[in-house]
């Protein structure tokens, strides 16, 4: 009679972690923490648990690498291209559909460039073209992206021979991802396409899958601001504004008082999050600089029509740039694309409500 109450009891603990376990009670995931005393980043445990609040968050399931709701090529790789900034290269083709720009300087005090991020989508066309600068290398590095350029500074061109990452440069013209137009001068008229750069990238067997786990996200009510606006400050021509619309719940993007406007669909580029990150730059030689990308600064971030301050902070060349609140917890950003603009500390951003 004992042996059978031993072997009822065993079976009702088991029925009951079954039912725990299909539940999802011991579901557990891994996050990243950043030690700050050692500058090091740790794995940990977390269990998974269903908060409530004012604020529905998606699950890591719903949300692709990108930030997007819906992804289907979201473990496919990203390409990271090189863009010009110039004027007589306006309006961009494909930069609306990117999914990360970092903006920086490559002059100090001067002209600014982008890199632009394609992982949902990847643009039928890419351009203008520019070419690589050392700083935008581990930037691509830290969202494991297949770097993509037309030249670059000699500085950038000893450290992508040392394969610091796979890269697709217009130099060498690899099975022909690169092409000019007849409408732009050169070296204004480089560019590229979504099928080329894919084709390239299968046939020169670089790694396909992507690596990059992304930044964490959250669905959000618009905020009750009518109208704000948030001006970066570069210089001159380069100045960049990003005006608030709550209907959408995204920040139009002007550029030299003129709407930025991507040529292959003739509509205003919009971002769902702003970061301005404060770093140092000096130049370095000639028209060359040097941004300082690596430890930890001072950040801003916009998004839901409001502005938290925090910092970034990236280990190593290679690591995640990660944007924190003063508190060190990780920023999650509205569901959409990001443009990270990155000043240099003697230049500031205004936002007038």
């Keep these: ?22 539940s999802g009670f011991f579901n557990r995931q891994n996050y990243e ?41 979201s473990t496919r790789r990203s390409i ?15 930069i609306s559909e990117a999914d990360i720009v970092f903006e920086m300087p490559v002059i100090t005090d001067s002209i600014t460039r982008l890199m632009a991020v394609f992982g949902c989508i990847i643009p039928t066309e890419i351009g203008s073209i520019r070419s690589a600068r050392h700083d935008f290398i581990d930037l691509a590095k830290s969202v494991d992206a297949i770097f993509v350029h037309w030249g670059g500074s000699h500085f950038a061109l000893d450290k992508l021979k040392t394969g610091a990452i ?39 067997g670089f790694r396909m899958e992507n690596n990059f786990k992304g930044y964490s996200r959250e669905n959000l009510q618009p905020a009750n601001y009518d109208l704000q606006t948030i001006i970066i400050g570069y210089p001159g021509e380069f ?10 719940n995204s920040y139009l993007r002007w550029r030299g008082g003129k709407k930025e406007i991507d040529r292959n669909n003739k509509k205003q580029v919009t971002a769902k999050n702003v970061v301005v990150l404060y770093a140092q730059s000096k130049q370095i030689e000639g028209e060359y600089n040097d941004v300082v990308l690596e430890g930890k600064g001072k950040a801003e971030f916009y998004r839901n029509g409001e502005k938290i301050e925090g910092v970034w902070q990236k280990n190593a060349s290679s690591a995640k740039l990660y944007f924190l609140d003063n508190f060190g917890t990780e920023i ?12 240099q500390t003697n230049q500031k951003t205004e936002w007038l409500k």
């Design 1 to 22: 009679m004992k042996n059978i109450k031993i072997i009822i009891g065993v079976i009702i603990i088991l029925a009951v972690f079954a039912y725990l376990g299909n």
């Design 33 to 73: 923490i950043i030690n700050e005393s050692k500058g090091v980043i740790i794995s940990a445990p977390e269990t998974s648990v269903v908060v409530k609040n004012d604020v529905d968050e998606l699950s890591d399931e719903a949300v692709t690498p990108y930030g997007q709701e819906s992804c289907q090529n």
């Design 80 to 94: 990271a291209v090189m863009l010009a900034i110039d004027a007589i290269t306006r309006p961009l083709s494909g």
């Design 166 to 204: 796979d890269d697709l440069d217009a130099l060498a013209n690899p099975y022909g991802v690169f092409y000019r137009k007849n409408n732009l001068p050169a070296p204004h008229n480089g560019f590229t396409n979504g099928e080329k750069i894919l084709a390239a990238a299968a046939k020169l």
């Design 239 to 248: 100045r960049v504004e990003y005006k608030y619309d709550a209907a959408t």
């Design 332 to 343: 999650k950003f509205a569901t959409g694309n990001i443009w990270v603009e990155i000043i």
